[in-house]
């Protein structure tokens, strides 16, 4: 019983501190309104300065067709990059250390609630 108590308690320390049930759509929607000079996302967005990110989470990297992505995320998207939670919150945190010569130029999200707030919301999209 102890081992498996063990188990259970490693495996929920291993996982990051951010989760998509934790958190809030509409407060992500209002995290996101920095990210809106360049993403668009919603029924009729399109790709602006940055891709438009519907449908992103679960996505692979570099979806959008239409989209001219830097050659680092081209790299990144032919060595098998998916958006889930682990990689986004890595990204939205550091974007230029996840991914070195992005052309990303926000420089990230300090809180892990905004993060997980984000999240939740492009979740919805």
């Known amino acids: 019983m102890r081992l498996i108590?063990?188990?259970?308690?490693?495996?929920?320390?291993?996982?990051?501190?951010?989760?998509?049930?934790?958190?809030?759509?509409?407060?992500?929607?209002?995290v996101f309104r920095k990210c809106r000079a360049c993403h668009?996302?919603?029924?009729e967005s399109k790709d602006k300065t940055g891709p438009a990110l519907n449908g992103i989470l679960g996505a692979a990297a570099g979806a959008s067709a239409d989209f001219k992505y830097s050659?680092?995320?081209q790299n990144a998207a032919a060595e098998g990059l998916v958006w889930d939670e682990e990689s986004l919150t890595a990204f939205l945190t550091k974007?230029?250390?996840?991914?070195k010569g992005t052309r990303m130029s926000f420089?990230?999200?300090?809180?892990?609630?905004?993060?997980?707030?984000i999240i939740a919301y492009l979740g919805q999209n």
């Not at 108590?5 to 209002?30: H, M, R, T, Y």
């Open 5 to 30: 108590q063990g188990l259970l308690l490693s495996g929920l320390l291993s996982f990051p501190a951010v989760a998509l049930a934790e958190g809030d759509p509409e407060k992500g929607e209002k």
């Open 40 to 43: 668009a996302v919603g029924p």
């Open 71 to 73: 050659k680092a995320l």
């Open 95 to 99: 974007p230029r250390d996840f991914l």
């Open 107 to 117: 420089s990230g999200l300090r809180k892990e609630a905004d993060i997980a707030n």
